[in-house]
């Protein structure tokens, strides 16, 4: 009965093992993705504002303070 006592638990302890690494892999993908879809429209808003918005010499943070207090 040792035996199958010990044999279940590295059983379990190997399932355990490649859950965690599937589950770090399938979480650190969506972060990388996530992140880029965040960058990628960052830079598209601040596009924006630079062509659309932002008055002469002004900088995009400068336009986007400016277009956030409604002026």
Do not use: P
């Amino acid at each position: 009965m040792n035996k199958l006592l010990k044999a279940n638990e590295k059983i379990a302890e190997t399932v355990v093992g490649t859950y965690q690494k599937i589950e770090d892999g399938v979480v650190g993908g969506y972060q990388k993705m996530e992140n880029g879809i965040v960058e990628g429209f960052s830079k598209v808003v601040d596009r924006c504002v630079e062509n659309l918005f932002a008055k002469e010499g002004e900088t995009v943070q400068e336009a986007k303070e400016r277009l956030s207090k409604g002026k």
